[in-house]
């Protein structure tokens, strides 16, 4: 293939090629060619023009296949356009040659069709360039037409498109030939010519004046004309005309004055009758009213009616948004006089008036819910409204009227009945749409919207009640606040009305609505509303009986509200359960004897209601059983059952009753049957096995004797094909746009579609997927349905023989049918029977015996063969569900076997079709058929088949069957991969572009090949690459062709490519084609579209979106989809604007997952462009919110000058990128906001630090940062936060929240000690206010209180009066929080205020934490800067009044809130008690939720504890448990419970409790709740909860009281200690451990308390006298045994263990033998590491202080152990000389640890004293063990530790010689070491050695180092300091003989200081080398002077002495001396500079 890829064809290659590989090369060199030619240089291409036009001329003759033609034509005229055009002539005249030509042979078809095809895209892209030559070839080509096939037919239409394209204007006068020719192909036989032609004629009409004024009628006549007997292609290319021409038609300004004589301006009104008549009459013509439209028996064709439904649509969408917001008055009462009474014909049956409904319904909800913004809508909304009551004046007018005379007939009520379902259910998707932005319409008062809907409950027609039903049940999902109110207004009137049949009626279908709505509302409705209804049905059921005229109703009212009060779900449920198992027990006789009984009484009325009350009852079951599952315990299954066999009984004895009391009860009799039928299948089987021979009597009689005579295929049998398999079936089964309406024309005329007033009782269920209303089918097809479904259910169950006499039986049926019945019969058999097969396979049950398998496969045979291609796709499922049942290899090999002895020898399109199908499914359920034969025989017959060129069918099937089998056949499939990929190629380049669904089938094979291949298509070699190259031509094949389907098949093959292969994929290409077709008029093209543009975001986002701006750029006019602005917005903003208008929910979905992708990759490099998208999407709607924010008499008067300008606005909308989207789009916009600020989160720092930001732009000003579009952000949030959409208020609060979050910290460069969210908070707070209003949703107020919170809490404002502001919608909502349940609204659930009360607590409890936490830091910091220096104070002062003013603000309600908090809390602790508890929870519920909805209540206690808990905790520690309220426990509360008197009745409550009983109360059920929690916290509990638990554990610790508690309660410790073990081992956050590991040490800290407490007091108590004898105290006690799980130590040390080991494994001994870990390698452990090591130390310093003697010196080898591990591990050099927090810690724990008062206790004394020694000897080893090491070993910390033990111990640990010995000899070995900073810190701790008080310990050390140390200071003399370190060394050197002197005994005191005083004169410099020194040396002569000065005096004599005998020395003296008082004077005048730097360096923890 790449010799293929040059200019010229290369022909020597292309002659040794085989006939198709020929084609594939050609076909391969063209699509070279045209990526090649508009980038090659004009001169090369005028070099080879003339060869390369031979060779595309000569390519004519060759018969090319149709992509071939097409590349062939394409290139020639792009070829031409660049090059030269004088040849052109000479190649349009072989064109017309070839078309002229007599021969009439097929072999010559191809060569005649690719010259017409050249022709086409010549004059398409040269137009007038080409003169006049025009005319000749279009009579030429129409010359051609008229004996052309319908391929012929077919391309001369495109072809003629192309022309009429290219030549514009200038075609004039052929137009009226070609609108000739193209009339006769609009009509044709062929449907792809129909296509064709309708596209040519829409082409024609740009030009063509006369199509749409002088011939406009006979364009619309012929346009009917061709829907008729039409396809779904046929439909949308007709109505696309006709809507275009029409639109034009209406629009069109009178042209020029040749024209003038014929033109016809046509107003609106006569363009929408124009349409009308073909709606009303169809295709018979306007005049010519036929003899059967006279008698009244024609009825138009489905397909008319839904063509023209898509022309008005179509009609419409031209004319645009706009326009329809103008006329749409006029628009509507058009529409809906479609269905009035002035058409009686379109609604004379059901049936008709059904399909004209939906029609009328499609057009208002393409239109009014497509193209109008919100705005535009509500508007819309009212108009609607009009129309209803309009419509319920004319009602109330024919109702009341009681002179008989004038009485306008029922005719007239009843026609008005289609407009009213149509504007109710228009009005009602409306609304529900609008969500509630809806609710300005619905409080204005002037429209009346409620009371319209609610006045039409009363209509007299059925279908009218339910559908207003429907629409109260869409305003109550829309808008949640009016579902009580409504309820309320509904039970009202349907008491109050109870005498009025419809009123019983329509309002019990309103209610029922409505409790269906319920669970679609998260706020719920009151629990009582459940109570109030089952009142009102058990009043209707038991009075149905007293008034006959209105007893039917009564009862189906009673039932239908038990029924829809189910769907409420378990909670509501049981409390109405035993009322609702009663009345299911009386409505059925008990006994067989009563039900004989019943029949001989009674007459058909009575029977009727009998009926329909049981029909009732078992509908109200079966929604019991279906939605309260949790119920069905095994007690209420028993109390189910006993009606249950009268039930059946009743069923049997249906047609004896039947024909007892004749037709009237029919209906009533199939309604019971099919609700029956529902009941049992649901249920488990097992529950009525008794009955299953009766009920399957029953069910095969319905399957065999169908009473109606309709074809139910379409209903049923759908859901048994496999979903892949319908595809085959044409575009009505897939998913359209159109499916709403096309549905119908699936039906055959017999049958409606669905309606709700078919079922009443589905107006409370779910709605299906992808339908707006419910759309129950009639009665006798919804029980075959129900049938087939429950006969697959018992079927299953029954035994072996009985199956084989119900299948025998069934069959015998199906042979006994004569006619069309039989292939009903035999519909409904198979449907039932598919139906049991998927039931056996879902158990894993078996068919049974041979005998049983037999006819099982007769009946699926049968079917396979059937003229109903649904019948054969299901039966084929059918076949392979039954191999699968089977299981037998043997059998499958069979049914195979038998297919291809069909296929071999059967010659018919039926049987071929339908075994190739069977081959494929047979692979479906067996994983492969696992022989190669098998497949090889498969493969061959397939290849065979899918080449039949003569049944397009036949290919079809063939090749989807082969698709199945190389997707299934798995690896086995390999071998036969090139050979198929071949016969695809081969058949993609020759199947003609007519046959779509062959191209469809191999589109499929096509993907499944690739799938097949996967991975490997990534290789390299010349097969694979080979095969690669296949793939993408085949690809590019289907991308050509015109059919959208087969392009979306391309597309996902495509997408597949790229998935395995993505280098090869050709990106650019990809994303133009899909950029083109994003808003394609085929839905399942735009899924592919987006489904492509998802996988390739996620590797490529960048690039995907480059290359669809470049696209745009580059091309010209070829790429304008309507809808789509790629050019502003980039691909992110079309797919935003393409969320915005779409209406499939998985479309929608996608593009959501797509934007997100993109956004997650670019974002933050495309931050400017994002924002802006999502600024302008919110924004769109800004103009519409504005009323938030205006008062409210002003708002009244906009309201009502707006509707009037709604309609006629004039604005021009293209300026804005989004006109009006809808509300869920502006919340998608808003969580994107959020998201693309968590990107900029990760992404970089100065994202959130204005300074740098502003820094790093200045230096780039291509570089953006979120910080500089603050601004923006609040602007959003601000804006989406006070909409009127609830759901983006929620959004807009929660972006809110994250922008406070991120932000609140980042200070305002400009005003120091201000932050930049401070200029904001004006906007914060008017966006925060309208969510506190009265009558605000409680879920947005709750999400308010925690924006409020977390503003105050952020510090943001620190002006006390600025925070008030928000501080006061706090306030208001505890007021309401204060009121507790007492207060509800009777608006929502109860469970709802719950939510907003704990809202506010934990809003209250964030702002009290953060308020003690600042007051905490500042008084640490306060004491701090009291230490250092007093100018902090002033500002100090400042921070504290905003921090005590915080504190100030909550201290108001505290007292409030610290109850209200205390009572949250105690019913926290009742729910989580476990189930077992439940008896002893109080009755009437806790504080703040009631007893019913405690499950509801649940989640919102789990969302809030755990902040209520710590600042509870605060709360109770600041007052140190010492506050008990006075009125605690007084009995007349101000509050009906309080948390204290809560649970105890008021006879057993004692008057007042004690304080301490109070705090310890309070004490168990904060510690009980954390305890409970940290026990076992879910796996998603939040971090933030097990933080804040663990800080109240420490703020309750933080108090004496609670300590002693602690401390005393041994068990308690030791379980509270367990518990945190647990929680260290499970939760690997840092953060949670330290917090954990301070509460440790906090009940350490009791537990010593608690010692030395008893200690003392028995000190007390026995006196000083008798010491000895005293009682040990702590753990441990006389023996020192620790009992694992008892010992609180025990527990410690485990914990502490766990810690250290967690991070620095080499402490484990287990470990440390392991040969891994012995390499010794230090660890560097990160900071929080550190961290936590460090806190673990200290815990174990502490741990002796709390056991008795003989206990401590159990523990004290593992403690000593830990702590010199630890410093041992972690002792290591760091670059800057600083010390590791680790080794810091560990000398501090050794230090204290040493200290103890243990080591010195008489009973441990010497223990403690060995072990001691042995841990000295251990650091001294490390020296020894770290020789290979010793470059990286801190020596310092190991001799810090060694000073430690020698300075902390008593002496008798650290004198024995051999110790003392090696540890002067380590201090000896680091005197002598290199680095200065050692020495330094060396003389430090030897200083401090040698002042040691006791002498035996310093003298040692004093004789052995000493003399070494003066040595050193003698060699400075002649070496004088380089830097500061060694001057340091040098100064601390000096310090040491100075101690030394001031320490030695009287007599040597004189030596030393001889010694000492010349090196301190050697340091002086006289005054010329004093201005020459180094620095270094100035501090040194500084610092030796000072000494000097203050040493001299003190040894007077001495100093005198030696000054006397060395003259050098006085000199110096004097020098120094003199020069030192000279510059004291000098800097006197400046300030006095410290000498030497001494004072700032200190070892950085003091340890000694």
């Known amino acids: 293939m790449e010799l293929a890829h040059s200019l010229l064809l290369n022909e020597e290659a292309y002659n040794q090629l085989g006939e198709f590989q020929k084609a594939e090369f050609v076909f391969e060199w063209l699509r070279f060619l045209e990526k090649l030619l508009p980038a090659t240089s004009r001169a090369d291409i005028r070099e080879n023009q003339k060869k390369l036009v031979e060779q595309l001329t000569s390519l004519l003759n060759k018969s090319p296949g149709p992509p071939t033609r097409r590349l062939v034509a394409k290139n020639l005229a792009v070829l031409y356009s660049t090059g030269d055009t004088f040849s052109v002539y000479q190649t349009i005249d072989k064109c017309n040659e070839l078309i002229r030509s007599k021969d009439d042979s097929p072999s010559y078809l191809p060569t005649k069709l690719a010259a017409v095809v050249c022709l086409g895209y010549l004059y398409k892209k040269l137009g007038r360039i080409l003169g006049n030559s025009f005319t000749d070839t279009v009579g030429n080509v129409l010359k051609a037409m008229k004996n052309a096939e319908s391929q012929g037919r077919y391309e001369i239409m495109l072809s003629l498109q192309n022309i009429l394209n290219g030549l514009g204007a200038a075609a004039i006068p052929c137009h009226r030939d070609i609108y000739k020719a193209a009339r006769s192909c609009l009509t044709d036989r062929s449907m792809a010519v129909r296509c064709a032609a309708a596209k040519c004629l829409l082409e024609l009409q740009n030009e063509a004046v006369f199509m749409w004024s002088t011939d406009l009628d006979s364009v619309v006549t012929l346009c009917f004309k061709s829907f008729e007997g039409s396809n779904y292609d046929v439909r949308l290319a007709v109505s696309k005309l006709l809507g275009t021409v029409l639109a034009r038609a209406v629009t069109s300004k009178q042209t020029t004055a040749s024209t003038r004589q014929n033109f016809r301006r046509i107003s609106l009104e006569e363009a929408m009758e124009l349409l009308g008549t073909g709606f009303l009459r169809g295709s018979c013509g306007f005049l010519r009213a036929s003899g059967d439209m006279l008698k009244g028996t024609s009825s138009v064709s489905r397909d008319v009616r839904v063509g023209v439904t898509q022309a008005y649509v179509v009609f419409v969408s031209t004319l645009g948004g706009q326009w329809l917001e103008r006329n749409f008055s006029a628009f509507l009462s058009h529409i809906l006089d479609l269905v009035s009474q002035s058409h009686p014909k379109a609604i004379q049956t059901q049936m008709d008036a059904i399909c004209c409904r939906r029609c009328i319904s499609f057009i208002l909800r393409a239109t009014v819910g497509g193209l109008l913004g919100e705005k535009a809508q509500i508007a819309a909304a009212k108009e609607i409204c009009q129309a209803i009551w309009k419509l319920k004046k004319v009602v109330d007018a024919a109702m009341s009227d009681s002179n008989l005379e004038t009485r306008i007939t029922t005719t007239d009520v009843t026609a008005s009945q289609h407009v009213l379902v149509c504007t109710l259910q228009e009005l009602g998707s409306l609304i529900h749409g609008l969500g509630t932005t809806a609710a300005p319409l619905l409080q204005d008062s002037s429209t009346g919207i409620l009371e319209a809907v609610i006045s039409v409950i009363l209509h007299p027609s059925i279908s009218v009640r339910l559908t207003a039903a429907w629409c109260l049940r869409c305003i109550a999902i829309a808008l949640p606040s009016y579902v009580s109110l409504l309820l309320d207004r509904c039970i009202e009137r349907l008491s109050v009305l109870k005498s009025s049949p419809e009123a019983v009626t329509g309002y019990s279908f309103a209610v029922a609505a409505l409790l269906g709505a319920v669970k679609l509302c998260p706020l719920g409705i009151p629990h009582g509303k459940g109570k109030v209804i089952m009142t009102v049905a058990e009043d209707l059921l038991c009075s149905a009986s007293q008034n006959s005229r209105i007893s039917l109703q009564r009862t189906q009212a009673g039932w239908l509200l038990i029924a829809a009060l189910m769907t409420l779900g378990p909670a509501v449920v049981q409390h109405h359960l035993p009322r609702m198992l009663l009345l299911w027990k009386c409505i059925f006789p008990l006994s067989p004897k009563d039900l004989e009984m019943e029949k001989t009484r009674g007459d058909s009325f009575t029977w009727q209601v009998t009926l329909e009350g049981r029909a009732g009852a078992l509908c109200a079951i079966k929604s019991f059983v279906s939605h309260c599952a949790g119920l069905l315990t095994d007690e209420v299954v028993q109390r189910l059952l006993p009606p249950l066999p009268s039930a059946v009984d009743l069923l049997t004895q249906l047609s004896s009753i039947y024909k007892l009391y004749g037709n009237s009860l029919k209906t009533s009799s199939i309604v019971y049957r099919h609700k029956l039928y529902e009941l049992l299948a649901v249920l488990p089987p097992k529950t009525y096995e008794g009955s299953f021979s009766a009920v399957l009597r029953e069910l095969v009689a319905d399957l065999t004797v169908p009473d109606s005579q309709i074809d139910a295929s379409t209903f049923l049998l759908p859901p048994l094909c496999h979903a892949n398999d319908l595809l085959l079936l044409g575009p009505l089964l897939q998913e359209t746009d159109h499916r709403f309406i096309e549905e119908q024309l699936l039906l055959g005329n017999s049958t409606a579609g669905g309606s709700l007033e078919y079922d009443p009782y589905s107006v409370y269920e779910k709605v299906a997927k992808g339908d707006s209303v419910p759309k129950p089918l009639p009665p006798m097809l919804s029980v075959i349905s129900a049938a087939a479904h429950l006969f697959g259910v018992i079927f299953s169950h029954v035994a072996e023989s009985q199956r084989l006499q119900v299948l025998e039986q069934l069959l015998d049926s199906i042979k006994q049918a004569k006619g069309s019945r039989q292939q009903i019969v035999q519909l409904n058999v198979v449907s039932a029977f598919s139906t049991s097969l998927k039931h056996l396979a879902s158990c894993k049950g078996s068919l049974g015996p041979e005998e049983v398998r037999r006819p099982a496969l007769t009946l699926v045979m049968g079917a396979l063969e059937s003229n109903n291609q649904l019948l054969r796709c299901a039966a084929a499922e059918c076949l392979a569900r039954l191999a699968q049942v089977v299981s037998d290899s043997a059998f499958t090999a069979g049914l195979a076997q038998v297919s291809f002895d069909k296929l071999k020898s059967a010659r018919d399109v039926v049987s071929r079709t339908g075994h190739s199908l069977a081959l494929g499914c047979l692979y479906r359920y067996l994983g492969g058929i696992g022989s190669t034969q098998h497949l090889n025989a498969c493969v061959g017959i397939l290849y065979t088949l899918s080449q039949d060129s003569t049944s397009p069918d036949v290919q079809a099937w063939a090749l989807h069957s082969l698709s199945l089998i190389v997707d299934l056949a798995g690896p086995l499939f390999h071998v036969h991969v090139e050979p198929t990929l071949s016969l695809v190629l081969m058949l993609l380049l020759t199947v003609p572009p007519a046959y779509t669904e062959v191209h469809q089938s191999l589109g499929r094979c096509l993907n499944a090949l690739i799938t097949a291949l996967g991975p490997e298509l990534q290789g390299s070699s010349t097969t694979v690459s080979a095969l690669r190259t296949s793939c993408l031509l085949g690809c590019a094949v289907m991308q050509d062709n015109p059919d959208c389907l087969v392009q979306a098949q391309a597309i996902s093959c495509l997408q597949q490519l790229h998935m395995f292969a993505p280098r090869h994929v050709n990106l650019s290409s990809l994303v133009s084609c899909l950029c083109v077709n994003l808003c394609s008029s085929y839905l399942l093209l735009r899924r592919a579209v987006v489904a492509c543009l998802r996988q390739l975001v996620q590797r490529e986002a960048a690039e995907v979106s480059e290359y669809a701006v470049a696209l745009v750029k580059e091309s010209r006019e070829d790429f304008t989809p309507a809808d789509v602005n790629i050019r502003e917005i980039g691909l992110e903003g079309a797919l935003l604007g393409l969320l915005d208008k779409e209406l499939d929910q998985r479309l929608c979905q996608d593009i959501k997952e797509t934007l997100s992708h993109m956004l997650t990759s670019m974002a933050v490099e495309k931050l400017s462009f994002w924002l802006k998208l999502c600024k302008d999407v919110l924004a769109a709607s800004a103009d519409f919110n504005t009323v938030a924010s205006v008062d409210t008499t002003q708002e009244e008067e906009t309201a009502k000058a707006d509707d009037a ?372 916290p879910r796996s998603d509990a939040a971090m933030e909860n097990i933080i804040a638990c663990l800080r109240a554990l420490q703020a309750l610790f933080d108090v004496p009281w609670p300590r002693s508690k602690i401390g005393g309660d041994q068990e308690l410790g030791v379980e509270l200690l367990n518990v945190l073990h647990r929680l260290i081992l499970t939760r690997e956050s840092p953060d949670t451990q330290l917090a954990a590991l301070e509460v440790v040490r906090l009940i350490l800290f009791a537990a010593q308390e608690h010692v030395k407490e008893k200690r003392r007091s028995a000190e007390v108590d026995d006196g000083a006298a008798e010491k000895e004898t005293l009682p040990e105290f702590g753990e441990g006690k006389d023996t020192g045994g620790l009992v694992p799980g008892k010992s609180l130590v025990f527990a410690t040390l485990e914990l502490c263990v766990c810690i250290l080991v967690r991070q620095l494994p080499q402490l484990n001994p287990k470990l440390t033998c392991s040969p891994s870990v012995q390499s010794g390698k230090h660890l560097l452990l990160s900071e929080d590491g550190s961290r936590l090591v460090s806190a673990a130390l200290v815990i174990l310093s502490d741990v002796p202080a709390i056991c008795s003697p003989e206990g401590s010196v159990s523990v004290l080898p593992t403690i000593l152990y830990l702590i010199i591990g630890v410093l041992k591990e972690t002792a290591v050099k760091l670059r800057d000389g600083q010390l590791p927090l680790t080794v810091a810690a560990s000398l501090q724990a050794l230090k204290g640890l040493l200290s103890s008062p243990m080591a010195r206790a008489e009973k441990s004394r010497a223990a403690w004293t060995d072990l001691l020694r042995s841990a000295l000897v251990t650091v001294l080893d490390c020296w020894d063990q770290a020789d290979g090491l010793l470059q990286e070993l801190d020596e310092i910390s190991l001799l810090t530790a060694v000073t430690v033990f020698i300075m902390s111990t008593s002496p008798e640990v650290t004198t024995i010689e051999c110790l003392q010995k090696r540890c002067i000899e380590k201090f000896k070995l680091t005197l002598d070491s290199k680095d200065p900073s050692v020495q330094h810190k060396c003389y430090q701790l030897l200083h401090s050695i040698f002042q040691h008080p006791n002498k035996t310990v310093s003298y040692p050390y004093i004789h052995s180092l000493a003399s070494s140390i003066v040595g050193k200071l003698q060699e400075t003399e002649k070496a004088k300091p380089e830097n500061a370190a060694e001057l340091q060394v040098i100064q601390e050197g000096i310090k040491m003989a100075i101690a030394l002197t001031a320490t030695a005994e009287e007599e040597h005191r004189a030596h030393l200081a001889a010694c000492l005083f010349p090196i301190l004169v050697s340091f002086l410099l006289d005054e010329n080398a004093l201005v020459s020194a180094t620095n270094s040396a100035k501090y040194l002569h500084e610092f030796a002077l000072q000494n000097l000065m203050q040493i001299g005096p003190q040894y007077s004599s001495v100093f005198k002495k030696l000054i006397a005998s060395s003259p050098t020395m006085k000199a110096r003296l004097e020098s120094a001396v003199k020069g030192n008082q000279e510059s004291i004077k000098v800097k006197t005048a400046k300030h006095a500079k410290n000498p030497g730097k001494s004072s700032s360096i200190q070892l950085k923890t003091n340890f000694l």
């Open 1205 to 1576: 300008s709604i309609l006629t606005s004039t604005s021009d909308e293209r300026s804005h990128p989004f006109s009006n989207p809808r509300w869920s789009t502006r919340v998608f916009a808003a969580e994107c906001v959020c998201k693309i600020i968590s990107q900029c989160e990760n992404a970089d720092s100065a994202h959130f630090d204005i300074t740098l930001a502003q820094e790093r732009k200045q230096r780039d000003s291509r570089d953006d940062f979120l910080v500089l579009h603050l601004a923006d952000l609040i602007r959003m949030a601000f804006m989406a936060a006070t909409d009127h959409s609830d759901q983006l208020r929620l959004s807009g609060l929660q972006t809110l929240l994250i922008v406070v979050r991120k932000f609140a910290a980042v200070p305002e460069p400009e005003f120091p000690g201000h932050v930049i969210l401070e200029q904001y908070q004006a906007n914060v707070g008017a966006a925060l206010r309208p969510a506190f209003a009265p009558e605000t949703p409680p879920d947005v107020t709750a999400k308010a209180c925690q924006v409020c919170s977390a503003w105050i809490a952020s510090g943001v404002v620190s002006d006390l009066n600025d925070l008030r502001r928000v501080h006061q919608l706090l306030v208001s909502s505890l007021v309401k929080a204060q009121a507790g349940k007492e207060a509800q609204s009777q608006q929502y659930n109860e469970s709802t205020s719950t939510m907003e009360i704990l809202a506010v607590l934990k809003a209250w409890a964030e702002v009290y934490i953060v308020a003690v936490e600042k007051q905490k830091n500042l008084s640490d910091a306060h004491n701090h800067s009291l230490k250092i220096v007093n100018s902090t104070e002033e500002s100090y002062r400042d921070t504290a009044s905003s921090a005590s003013g915080l504190l100030d603000l909550v201290q108001a309600d505290l007292g409030t809130l610290s109850k209200l908090w205390l009572a949250a809390l105690q019913d926290f602790a009742l729910l989580t008690l476990p189930s077992e508890y439940a008896s002893q929870l109080p009755a009437e519920g806790g504080t703040f939720y009631t007893a019913e909805t405690i499950e509801n209540a649940r989640p919102h206690y789990y969302n809030s504890w755990a902040l209520i808990l710590y600042a509870t905790a605060l709360w109770l520690t600041s007052t140190g448990f010492i506050v008990v309220d006075p009125d605690e426990g007084v009995t007349n509360l101000s509050r009906p419970v309080t948390p204290t008197t809560m649970c105890q009745d008021s006879s057993s409550r004692p008057l007042v409790k004690s304080p301490e009983d109070v705090n310890t109360d309070r004490f168990h059920l904060i510690l009980g709740i954390s305890v409970e929690f940290l026990c076992s």
